[in-house]
Antibody, heavy 123, light 111 residues
């Protein structure tokens, strides 16, 4: 069964940076686009960023564009999210998720999710 | 702009059926969607994707009690024979060019 394990969350002050990691296992990590999705306390799900299977494409929600950077290391089966200039409204559980499709097929939906890591931005 | 709208809450009785609704923005009425379930204090879980040809792609071990239908811009998730473990938030989700969008989620209470 697919496993996605996020790490790197914590409590940080506004304006600072944090880097999240997500290690995947029990599937061909290098064959799938990967996503970050977040959920603020008591709120719904919000897509944050996507990276193609080979790292050639990356897309961001407007709310994080210019502040967050997604990356991956397929040799380590790991996805990253570098978060800079954090704001209070970035406070959320951040989930890593795997695309249901493989290779260059347009990414559509998330068929496996990690348990999430909590990021709290507070002074 | 792709927008998905869901009612915030719905309730139904144990053993009954319930139909959850997700409405696509009018310009995107032919889009494909997926459904994800989030039980209390759990991570989301992929339920199914309702493909453009009408077929379903289901998540692991999703029972046949979960079915889908559509009418115009509306997409429906029907859960039959409600069980206590179906009490959860149900998120619909779709995608467009370089963007992935969720509805606000519907909280299902099983009475």
């Amino acid at each position: 069964q697919v496993q996605l394990v996020e790490s790197g969350g914590g409590v940080v002050q506004p304006g600072t940076s944090l880097k999240l990691s997500c290690e995947g296992s029990r599937f061909n990590f290098a064959f799938h686009s990967m996503f970050w999705v977040r959920q603020a306390p008591g709120r719904g799900l919000e897509w944050v960023a996507e990276m193609s299977y080979d790292g050639s494409d990356e897309f961001y929600a407007d709310s994080v564009k210019g502040r967050f950077t997604i990356s991956r290391d397929n040799s380590k089966n790991t996805l990253y999210l570098q978060m800079n200039n954090l704001r209070r409204d970035d406070t959320a559980v951040y989930y890593c998720a795997k695309d249901i499709n493989m290779g260059a097929v347009t990414p559509t939906t998330f068929d496996s999710w990690g348990l999430g890591t909590l990021v709290t931005v507070s002074s | 702009q792709l927008v998905l709208t869901q009612p915030p809450s719905v309730s139904a009785s144990l053993g009954a059926s319930v139909k959850l609704t997700c409405t696509l923005s009018s310009a995107h009425s032919n889009y494909v969607i997926a459904w994800h379930q989030q039980q209390p204090d759990q991570a989301p879980r992929f339920l199914l994707r309702h493909n453009s040809d009408g077929s379903l792609t289901k998540g692991d071990e999703i029972p046949d009690r979960f079915s889908v239908s559509r009418h115009g811009a509306e997409r429906f998730l029907t859960i039959s024979g409600l069980q206590s473990e179906d009490e959860a938030v149900y998120h619909c989700q779709s995608w467009g060019p370089d963007v992935w969008v969720f509805g606000g989620g519907t909280r299902l209470t099983v009475l």
